[in-house]
């Protein structure tokens, strides 16, 4: 009879830890979905603005402002996107497909 007493609280253990991750993780993914939804919005703004006829180039800060996010966070997301960061202005961000390395032949502001 103990043993099913320990099977039973072995049981109980497994299932109490299983609930117990799943709530941390549910709860995670729900505070984040939001964030994750606003950022695939942001990289879509992103391309849109550096798909444009007009400029090859974009600066950083007309990057983030249009995407509402800080400098960093633009960043990242440009990088999410295959942007780059040119190497003779360093405040301009460019797709790799329209400035590809080493190419960086761009008007200075």
Do not use: C
């Not at 939001?34 to 603005?49: A, C, Q, T």
């Not at 295959?82 to 405040?91: G, H, T, V």
């Amino acid at each position: 009879m103990t043993v099913s007493v320990e099977i039973a609280v072995l049981i109980g253990a497994i299932v109490g830890a299983i609930a117990s991750l799943s709530t941390v993780f549910l709860t995670h993914w729900l505070s984040k979905r939001r964030e994750y939804r606003l950022d695939d919005k942001r990289k879509e703004r992103l391309i849109l603005l550096l798909r444009g006829e007009k400029y090859k180039w974009r600066n950083i800060e007309t990057l983030s402002s249009a995407v509402g996010a800080d400098i960093i966070k633009t960043k990242e997301l440009l990088l999410e996107i295959d942007a780059r960061q040119s190497l003779s202005n360093n405040s301009s961000w460019g797709l790799i497909s329209r400035n590809p390395f080493p190419e960086d032949i761009q008007p200075k502001e």
